[in-house]
């Protein structure tokens, strides 16, 4: 099947330092997004991105298609941003197949 | 705007009981679905619904079953619950781009 691979599996950063998460697909890319888990569990859709680049507030991701990988930066990073970053690739009727996650721990 | 909701969120079965998790949307999307997700793993797709009516079977099916006579609910079914279904359920909806999900059901089967 379709894998989608995540990496690092966890990441801890002192607040206010900068980092980079990457997807990496086995197979071509339709489309893909970036989600946020917080702590309590609920998640948010942060990117919907097949290709290029896209920004928002300090977050911002890249996706090469044809080298069949994404980037989720996370730039001037806060307590807030703690939790875990899933990407997923979309298939069939807009439906997801994820990757195991980034665990991200950010230290006041 | 409610968005996506789940209910319950929480709730302990016997091995072997049935039981309905309901979701319901309020944002006219066509598409829903059912995840699970398990420690350390990401979500992974349980059965979904391309229009009122229709259901298909996704990545992990088996022991749950799925109904969906209005557009905007998709009912999840376990019909004898077994522990390896103790799991989080995540009910999503799209238009046919960005999912929303909702906040998740905790179930554990003992």
């Known amino acids: 099947g379709i894998q989608v691979e995540q990496s690092p599996p966890d990441l801890i950063l002192q607040e206010g330092a900068n980092s980079t998460l990457r997807c990496n697909f086995s197979d071509s890319v339709n489309n893909l997004q970036w989600f946020h888990q917080n702590p309590w569990g609920q998640l948010i859709n942060l990117f919907y991105i097949p290709s290029g680049t896209k920004q928002n507030g300090r977050l911002s991701a890249t996706t090469v298609a044809t080298e069949r990988y994404s980037l989720l930066y996370i730039s001037s990073s806060q307590t807030t941003d703690s939790g875990v970053y899933f990407c997923?690739?979309?298939?069939?009727?807009?439906?997801?197949?994820f990757g195991k996650g980034t665990m991200l721990l950010v230290s006041p | 705007n409610a968005g996506v909701t789940q209910t319950p969120k929480f709730r302990v079965l016997k091995t072997g009981q049935s039981m309905t998790l309901l979701c319901a949307q309020d944002m006219n999307h066509e598409y829903m679905y059912w995840y699970r997700q398990d420690p350390g793993m990401g979500l992974r797709l349980i059965h979904y619904s391309v229009g009122e009516g229709t259901t298909a079977k996704g990545e992990v099916p088996d022991g749950y079953n799925v109904s969906r006579l209005k557009k905007q609910n998709f009912l999840l079914g376990l019909e004898s619950a077994a522990p390896s279904q103790t799991s989080v359920y995540f009910c999503?909806?799209?238009?046919?781009?960005?999912?929303?999900f909702g906040s998740g059901t905790r179930l554990t089967v003992v």
């Open positions: 999503a909806s799209s238009p046919g781009t960005i999912s929303t």
């Open positions: 997923a690739r979309t298939l069939g009727y807009s439906t997801l197949t």
